[in-house]
């Protein structure tokens, strides 16, 4: 007699749901039957692949950290590795006090290693105040996890935070250095802290990572929709164009419920949805759960994405980091065709909007979002032009923060569940598709070993 035929659902079809789809199709084979439920127009999630000015643009996340692992691993077993694209070097600039600033060099995540590469950019007093930094009194607790302000602010003042730490963590968490927690903002400078590190200034030279050959970040040549498609291709999933409302036990297997009041049977299920998302999913079956990710806060965030007419005088630098908010709206502004080196008959800009405690990405309308794109490049560099063509697109709750604690709360969380559930998605263990893909990859593993449907 045969096996019986086993089902799985996914919940959810960002890069988080459809790795997961992947990863359980080549372990349990293709008589397994998987479904995944999202009611989007396309799968993906924040990964989202335009065409605008006629050309190709990544309009979601539109880079990964080329030095972790997952990303081209899992590019080169898709069969997609020569595919991957690199930056051509140009470097970013910051934007401070009514100037362009280079990004200072030395630094994990804004946080410096040497007081003069942030000369021009912070007051002498600040200068002097973190050269005296190895000087004064400093005690650290083995694990602790202050927010990266409350560190960082103590040990190199307050010109630090927002001026070189607060520019970079506003582009990766849509947040600030007093929302993040050292240890997801700057894991690194926490592990040399807790290994013995005399002192902030040393703790940041232990964590520079040494000069390694070849981009720090990486693309797809065509955008993340190649990935995508791959993806969903090799899961040979069943795509139920439904939102799920709640998992439900149905004996020794588990019901997902869809808001046209479908049943979809399964052994196992994935929730790779937006912390938000799972109280209302699994708060009766798992409340433990569903309070921890309550406690997750989240921002929202927009982007607009410019064609901008070939020749439109712009530097060449793959982009500016905004510190504070001042004269402009963005918080970010990436000079794409800069970045990646490809030129063409028009320039491709994306402008980003929105932090954690604005409301920005929600209220305001599309014309706001453009008017105010024009007005940040004119006073940015100078220029106003009309584009070729442009693209609002906003992701809202889809941007999680980081806080004190994080570790231990994402540990709660995942602990809550019941055998047979798995969690995937950005708020777990790192913001970013290499994070995504490896929260992926965790779940579906815990699934398919030890993961059989059943009551604790």
Sequence with gaps: MSPPIRRYCIVGGGISGLVSAYRLRVAAGPDAVITLLDPADRLGGVLRTERIGGQLLDVGAEAFVARRPEVPALLAELGLGGRQIATSGARPLIYSEGRLHPLPADTVQGIPSRPEALTGLVDDATVRWMLDEPRRAFSWRHGADPSVADLVGDRFGEQVVTRSVDPLLGGVYSGSAATIGIRAGAPTVAAALDGGARNLTEAVTRALPPPQPGSVFGAIDGGYQVLIDELVRRAELQWAQVAARGVRRDGHRWSVLDDEGGHWPADAVVLAVPAPR?????????????????????????????????????????????????????????????????????????LSYGRFGEDLARSAGDEDLLTWAGRDLTTLFGISVDPVDARVVRWIDAMPQYGPGHAALVAELRAGLPKGLAVAGAYLDGIGVPACVASATRAAAALMVGGAPGAR
């Design 278 to 350: 799972l109280p209302a999913l699994i708060g009766d079956l798992a409340p433990d759960t569903a309070a921890a990710a309550r406690r997750i806060p989240v921002a929202s965030a927009a982007v607009v994405a410019l064609a901008l007419p070939g020749g439109t005088p712009l530097p060449e630098q793959s982009g500016v980091l905004v510190a504070g908010r001042g004269r402009l709206h963005t918080k970010a502004v990436t000079l794409s065709s800069r970045k990646w080196g490809r030129r063409a008959n028009v320039e491709m800009v994306r």
